[in-house]
């Protein structure tokens, strides 16, 4: 789906934004090339800063922002020559302010040996009341990004960096350098965070033969354990209802289910839970939120990536949304549907969930707690009852005008 706007010089570089549509999606891809036309980068992700500095009343303020969706790849970026030489990705945005990722190899591995940003204080946005309007350059060599070669490194946990007075967090990441081909590879390294917890068990009914359209998804049984415990307990059929362009120009619709045998892991923190699900053309992580005030966790976030199809113009499609508010259950209790959801994550996206029941922080014993069922299932539930009672009220009107209709027959024949 992401269409390349290549521009050329010494060094290519190329910035492919996340969608063709516009409105499509909320996160980027950062893509650099050497002088052949070849990718040596590819990076994605979602960054936060959070930035202390001095006001002109002598205070100290913290201000936190998201990598705006003005961010591009800065021409700085080069790819390295020799086995030696690092690559380098800068992404700039805003008025004077970078980011930037150094890469080095070896023969088996590569790293973010180097995490550097730049930040000009001279930007009010982002800076307001700031004492000084210069440029501050910090950059940590403590990133914890290295990844086998020819593989993707994938990191779904935000992971901070902290460096000077400013901690850059990085999640939703999946990045490679020194690219062997024309986009990532295949195969991942999964960050140790996102450490693998359970495979998963589909449940026994299994389509004899793959029908061409895909039938409601077989339901999948996942979970993510952690040394503490279980923090995610679910059993859903998955289904993904994406609207793309085709090569002509139109509007397509392809409808994927998740294999109920996608690999799965994730991870367990007090406030958020990850489920990831990569299957063969798909990668679908799963975020789970707790209000704390409300005491209920809920569906916060969904990303989602599926490998080029012959059907769409473009690349993959990428799309992530983490502001949703879906599945929302009592801490201790479990999320319980029977009914089809349909969860829209974006215009273009429809994340289908059949016969769900989903538990996530608080989960005794590897059981699911006490359910608390949908609102559709309440209606479901509903409609039985309503006829139930029409047709109680209607016996009783029955036998009202029999008994009624019996009196006065015995009170005729009594006059006779
Ligand atoms: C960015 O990080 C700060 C502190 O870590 C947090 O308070 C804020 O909500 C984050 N913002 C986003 C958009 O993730
Ligand atoms: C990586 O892939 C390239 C091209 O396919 C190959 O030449 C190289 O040997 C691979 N390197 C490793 C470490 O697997
Ligand atoms: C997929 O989404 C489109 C657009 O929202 C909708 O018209 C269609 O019915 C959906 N298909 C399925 C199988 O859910
Ligand atoms: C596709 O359609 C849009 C508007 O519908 C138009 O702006 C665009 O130029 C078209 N692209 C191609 C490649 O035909
Ligand atoms: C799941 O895996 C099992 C064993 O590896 C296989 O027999 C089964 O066909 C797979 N099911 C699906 C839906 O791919
Ligand atoms: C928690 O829920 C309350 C009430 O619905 C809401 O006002 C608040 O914004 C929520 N907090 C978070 C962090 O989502
Ligand atoms: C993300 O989901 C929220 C809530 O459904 C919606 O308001 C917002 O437009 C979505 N964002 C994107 C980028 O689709
Ligand atoms: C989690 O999944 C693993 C692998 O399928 C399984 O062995 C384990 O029993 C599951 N744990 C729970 C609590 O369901």
Redo the contacts with the bound molecule.
Sequence with gaps: MSTPHPFLKFVFLLLAVFGSQPHAAAAKKFEVKDGNNKTCIIAELLMNFSVKYETVDQKENLVSFPLPEDAVVDGNSTCGKGSGESSLLVVSFGTGHSVSFSFTRNLSVYNVEKLGAVYNLGDEHHFPDARHNDSVRISSENTGINAQINTTYVCMTAQQIHMGNATVTVSATRIEAYVPGSDYSKEETVCKADKISSTTVGSTTVAPTPPPIPEDPVSGKYNVTDSNGTCLLAQMGL?L???YITKDNKTG?E?VNIDANATSSGFCESTSVGLYLKSERTFLWLLFSMNTSTKKSYLSGVSVRVDPFPEAAGGAINITNTSLNYLQATLGKSYKCNSKQ?L?VSPLL?L?VFKAQVQAFTIHNGKFGEAEECLLDQNNMLIPIIVGAALAGLVLIVLIAYLIGRKRSHAGYQTI
Aim: hydrophobic share 50%; net charge negative.
């Design positions: 289904q209802n994406l609207t619709v409808i349909i829209q429809a289908d």
